[in-house]
């Protein structure tokens, strides 16, 4: 992936940061996008820079929201590197669970303003870009809440299925330009993201939520942010030539589950 230029969205922490290890480790140029303070960022950006040197690394503050400020980290990218080969939809928040009913609406809507919105206005933005070039590689993360419902998780259950149906868009629209737009629907990984939402489900010990997460899955554990990563730089990168339009589960085949066992 020499010279390739890749844009992380929610790079600083979780599967963006292990995914910025991995592209950078294969010899990708990075834009850094989160919403995340300046000085994590910057912190991010200084590491990988040490760690990758042959690699150049940009970080761009942005709330993916909020429709210009994606189109600024689209901007700044272009600017620095001249082109857009990948974009790894990556930044997301799960809002937290609440009865369907009662959720509270003011989150429910910025539930979809950040998981959906964001990856659209992402998509919208370096498409054009990648037609340029006729090539293009897009990774949005749904979840395995994309493809069941999951209890209490309203907003977060909806907006990533809506990922998943804009990547099927995404996929046969633009397949004829060689942009390959695929999802990966990760199942309980353990990122800072699932820490708070197992903390909030047992504020007393996380741990045992943990535990009872883990005893559900065929693997009998959860996953690893390193082991998404790897697989988002193979649908990232050029060799992956066909795959498209896919929404695809990384999470030890628990959702092949049918009731316990």
């Known amino acids: 992936m020499?010279?390739?230029?890749?844009?992380i969205t929610g790079a600083a922490m979780g599967l963006g940061?292990?995914?910025?290890?991995?592209l950078a480790s294969r010899g990708a140029n990075l834009t850094l996008v989160d919403f995340n303070s300046d000085v994590l960022?910057?912190?991010?950006?200084k590491e990988l820079s040490a760690l990758y040197p042959s690699s150049t690394f940009i970080s761009v503050k942005a709330d993916v929201s909020k429709e210009l400020e994606v189109k600024n980290y689209v901007d700044q990218t272009v600017k620095t590197f001249g082109k857009i080969d990948g974009l790894y939809n990556n930044a997301g928040i799960a809002g937290g669970p609440s009865e369907m009913t009662e959720y509270d609406m003011d989150l429910f809507k910025k539930v979809i303003e950040i998981n959906l919105m964001g990856v659209y206005y992402?998509?919208?933005y370096t498409i054009p870009e990648m037609k340029k070039r006729n090539f293009g590689r897009i990774v949005n993360v749904a979840s395995t809440a994309g493809i069941r419902g999951v209890f209490n998780m309203a907003p977060y259950v909806s907006s990533k299925h809506a990922v998943s149906g804009i990547t099927?868009?995404?996929g046969i629209e633009y397949g004829q330009f060689n942009i390959l737009t695929n999802a990966i629907a990760p199942g309980?990984?353990?990122?800072?993201m699932l820490a708070d939402v197992l903390k909030k489900i047992n504020p007393v010990d996380p741990k045992a939520a943990e535990k009872a997460q883990s005893a559900n899955n065929p693997t009998k554990r959860l996953g690893l942010p390193e082991e998404v990563a790897k697989f988002v730089a193979f649908l990232i990168a050029e060799e992956n030539s066909y795959i498209n339009g896919q929404t695809i589960a990384i999470d030890g085949?628990?959702?092949?589950i049918f009731g316990t066992f």
């Open 2 to 7: 020499k010279d390739k230029a890749i844009i």
């Open 17 to 22: 940061y292990a995914t910025a290890k991995e």
């Open 41 to 45: 960022l910057d912190t991010v950006k």
């Open 122 to 124: 992402g998509m919208r």
């Open 168 to 170: 099927k868009s995404a």
């Open 188 to 192: 309980a990984i353990l990122t800072p």
């Open 253 to 256: 085949g628990e959702s092949q």
